[in-house]
């Protein structure tokens, strides 16, 4: 049939560059799909967006530039540190890594939103399928330009409707270029969103710093929580420092079910019923400062001194984990944060002589010049130089500075879960051959008895203004009323 379609006679130029279109159209026409049912939308369940803001915004950096936009998020005013990523794409999970909490993102991508935001839709975990957290953690946006209009089978929402709804402000029709350029050259700053104000100088001390934050505090489960795995029988305790769900699938996907803790639970209290403390012991990332994790760190400490427990760390994991065994973290001056490092930020495997693109979200780092001698890095950022992973020589613990599970990004350096469950699969096994009647699967009645999510953890800054402004109104009405 196609042979009889690509038949043609000679015919002049303006002919011959027709043909293909027509051939392509007739082609298409012979083709048949014997059930060819209609696709089903996602519904849309969450609550109704509050209107987006159209209003003039202002961005301000403090001692630097100022911007004006038009809003497309909440009518709220924030404060934070600015930064910037450089992800061409994921912007839904960028926005709701716990890592972002207290900072205003600067996308140096042209155009963000095109793809608008999916459904809170869970997979067969449990876990929230497109975000990293139940929550936009990031304390305001800011982008060149947004587009309002989306198009993609999952989005049932557009970007600004999302953020109006979450309380999040957002500014588009800026510079970004030059918002960048002030923050490589200087520094990430702290900055400020204005909307429907004029910018006063003299509110330069309002100003919000989120390294004097507690940030971990506000992001942890208040409580444990579970996630059953049905591949497997190991289970792991992780150390909530503001996880992401793509962590958690990481392990549970591999056989591995896990029990969250807070982040300064002292885990070497029940440390003996896992395989993992991620026995398996997994520290997970997390934002802000890593000295604010005092309690983490000492209880890490403890846990290496008192047990031969496999570790993995990962972002602020692996700086608490650094702290925990005697070496330093330092700020670094504009961080490094994407999910695509390649040519910026080349991690180095320092065991192999691989090289990793890789997913980024930092703004601290660990000197690996203080590392004791029973440590060594395990990569490196051929960038920076600065230092992307450690590992202990003789004992089964290791940590990264990028994200291995990479959501959105690359999954070249997933392999690293892999190898981190080999060796709890070890240790297991060694546990078992002392005492045969040891067994670690968590019991029905614990699956039970815990929460299946995150505990008591609050929304960002914008939301709780929302929350806060829709309680004054209830009370404006209730008062008139009366």
Wanted: with cysteine; proline share 6%.
């Amino acid at each position: 049939m196609f042979s009889r379609l690509l038949k043609t006679a000679p015919m002049g130029p303006s002919k011959v560059l027709k043909q293909p279109y027509k051939l392509a159209f007739q082609a298409r026409k012979l083709a048949t799909i014997p059930e060819n049912t209609p696709r089903q939308m996602p519904a849309n369940l969450r609550q109704r967006a509050t209107p987006v803001s159209h209003d003039r915004a202002t961005f301000t950096i403090r001692n630097g530039p100022i911007f004006n936009g038009v809003s497309f998020g909440a009518k709220s005013t924030i404060s934070g540190e600015a930064v910037f990523t450089t992800s061409l794409v994921g912007y839904p999970e960028s926005l709701t890594d716990p890592s972002y909490r207290g900072q205003i993102l600067v996308f140096t991508q042209p155009l963000i939103g095109n793809y608008g935001v999916p459904s809170s839709v869970r997979d067969e975990h449990g876990l929230l399928k497109y975000f990293e957290s139940p929550h936009l953690q990031a304390a305001g946006v800011v982008v060149a330009d947004v587009a309002e209009k989306y198009s993609h089978w999952t989005a049932v929402e557009s970007l600004g409707e999302w953020c109006a709804r979450e309380g999040v402000p957002a500014i588009s029709g800026v510079d970004t270029r030059a918002i960048v350029t002030f923050l490589r050259e200087q520094g990430s700053s702290l900055a400020r969103i204005t909307i429907g104000e004029e910018y006063d100088q003299d509110q330069d001390e309002a100003f919000v710093d989120p390294d004097q934050i507690n940030l971990v505090k506000k992001v942890s489960t208040k409580a444990p929580f579970h996630v059953s795995s049905q591949n497997g029988d190991l289970h792991v305790a992780v150390i909530d420092c503001g996880v992401k769900e793509n962590i958690l699938r990481s392990l549970v996907s591999r056989g591995a079910s896990v029990t969250v803790f807070p982040f300064d639970y002292d885990i070497t209290k029940v440390a003996h019923h896992f395989d993992g403390v991620f026995t398996d012991f997994k520290v997970s990332n997390g934002p802000g400062d890593p000295t604010f994790c005092q309690d983490t760190v000492y209880h890490l400490s403890k846990l290496i001194q008192s047990s031969r427990i496999p570790i993995f760390g990962i972002c602020l994991g692996h700086q608490l984990l650094a702290l925990a065994v005697g070496a330093k973290t330092i700020k670094l001056r504009y961080g490094n944060r994407a999910h695509n490092i390649m040519l910026g930020s080349p991690a180095l495997d320092m065991t192999t002589g691989r090289c990793h693109i890789t997913s980024q979200n930092h703004g601290y780092a660990v000197d690996d010049t203080t590392l004791p001698p029973d440590w060594k890095p395990y990569f490196l950022n051929l960038n920076d130089n600065s230092n992307e992973g450690m590992i202990h020589k003789s004992r089964p613990i290791f940590s990264t500075q990028f994200h291995p599970e990479a959501k959105g990004g690359p999954q070249d350096s997933s392999y690293l879960f892999d190898g981190y469950l080999e060796s709890v699969r070890r240790y297991k096994d060694s546990q078992l051959a002392l005492s045969p009647q040891k067994e670690n699967r968590p019991s029905p009645l614990l699956v039970d008895l815990l929460a299946k999510d995150r505990v008591g953890v609050a929304p960002t800054q914008g939301m709780a203004n929302v929350a806060a402004e829709a309680r004054r109104a209830e009370q404006t009405l209730a008062a008139a009323a009366a």
